[in-house]
Nanobody, 125 residues
């Protein structure tokens, strides 16, 4: 069965950096677009960044695209999110997600069929 295990979250000061990782298993990783989503307290889950099956194409929400970078390593079945210049508004639980098989450049919650349990990122001001 599909498993997505995110890690790397923690407490960081504003302006700092974190790198999240997501280990995927239970499916052919290279066949699916992958993404990071996040959910802040009291808010709906939102798209953060996505990466194509090969890793050559990436896209991100306007709020993070100058600060966050998504990447993947198909040999390791892992997707990453490098987060720089973090601010208080980035505080959230971050989820690794697998896009549905027919999705291309997905960025809506409907585009994703699986996500893991998430990792907490807390940015202190």
């Amino acid at each position: 069965h599909v498993q997505l295990q995110a890690s790397g979250g923690g407490l960081v000061q504003a302006g700092g950096s974190l790198r999240l990782s997501c280990a995927a298993s239970g499916f052919i990783f290279r066949n699916y677009e992958m993404a990071w989503l996040r959910q802040a307290p009291g808010k709906e889950r939102e798209f953060v960044a996505g990466v194509s099956r090969s890793g050559t194409d990436t896209w991100a929400a306007d709020s993070v695209k100058d600060r966050f970078t998504i990447s993947r390593d198909n040999a390791k079945n892992t997707v990453y999110l490098q987060m720089n210049r973090l601010n208080f508004e980035d505080t959230a639980v971050y989820f690794c997600a697998r896009a549905k098989s027919d999705v291309r450049r997905g960025n809506l919650m409907f585009d994703f069929g699986y996500w893991g349990q998430g990792t907490q990122v807390t940015v202190s001001s």
